[in-house]
Nanobody, 129 residues
Framework: QLQLVESGGGLVQPGGSLRLSCAAS????????IGWFRQAPGKEREGVSC????????YYVDSVKGRFTISRDNAKKTVYLQMNSLKPEDTALYYC??????????????????????WGQGTQVTVSS
């Protein structure tokens, strides 16, 4: 069965940290760009950060630059999103997704869900005091 499973979400105070994991099963991450997306209530799904498989290049949406770090371990078939200095506006359901490396990592993040074939079920991140 081909699937992605996210973990690591939770409730954290502003300024705190979380590390999200996205584990793939049934397929390898080779040749796939992995994206982290988030969706808050009443808002559209947003590409937060993406990482390519070809050269490991990364992209971050402006609102998380300097706070979030994406990384991948192809041997473990896992991608991570380290989130530091969390803010209440980071509260959302976070999804990871995998899609073939068809264009630049920036485009893969900005284009939205279209290029992605596999999605996880999501993990909730809540930033609140």
């Amino acid at each position: 069965q081909l699937q992605l499973v996210e973990s690591g979400g939770g409730l954290v105070q502003p300024g705190g940290s979380l590390r999200l994991s996205c584990a793939a099963s049934g397929f390898t991450l080779d040749y796939h760009t992995i994206g982290w997306f988030r969706q808050a209530p009443g808002k559209e799904r947003e590409g937060v950060s993406c990482i390519s498989s070809s050269d490991g290049s990364t992209y971050y949406v402006d609102s998380v630059k300097g706070r979030f770090t994406i990384s991948r371990d192809n041997a473990k078939k896992t991608v991570y999103l380290q989130m530091n200095s969390l803010k209440p506006e980071d509260t959302a359901l976070y999804y990871c997704a995998a899609g073939w490396d068809i264009t630049t990592v920036q485009a893969m993040c900005i284009m939205g869900p279209g290029p992605y074939d596999y999605w996880g079920q999501g993990t909730q991140v809540t930033v609140s005091s």
